[in-house]
């Protein structure tokens, strides 16, 4: 068993979304992944509106095989995959995962929906006053056992034929 941070290159929260990342009245070109957007199942045309500065921009930019995690609120834990670089960027509710070249992004993806995955963050989870929360160390530190390459591509190809 190891660590799931071993195959992590980066994890990271998003942009504040009352700051760095709200969402505006007006349409711009740039949209931004909220909590709600992953546990409602919208489509990318249906995220908020945001502006923020391009700095920003580059550093928060959802891109191709990116996975994402809620790591606040009644939903925690539900997760969402992008299949394609997308003009979005994140608010600071969610998590994003990078893998290492050792796993594969789609694994992860499916990884993080099992019910052992679910119920690691349940009980790592942090209450508070306000609502729950999980800290990316603690989600980092959920072990498993990782397939060789080959094997997770194995497992991929048929998940996504099954669902």
Known sequence: ???LKKYIESAVTGLDAI????????ETDLR???IGDISQLKQFNEWGF???VQEDVS???????DNFIARTGSTIGCSYFSKKSLNSVFNNGIIRLRTTKEMLPQYLSFLIQ???FRKYVNNVRMASATQPNIKINDMLDYELEVPLLQKQQHIVNIVRYTI
């Open 1 to 3: 068993m190891e660590k």
């Open 59 to 65: 550093q928060f930019l959802i891109k191709k095989d």
């Open 32 to 34: 931004c992944l909220r």
């Open 114 to 116: 099992t019910n052992d």
């Open 19 to 26: 700051q760095r990342a709200p969402i505006v009245d007006y």
């Open 50 to 52: 945001t502006s923020t």
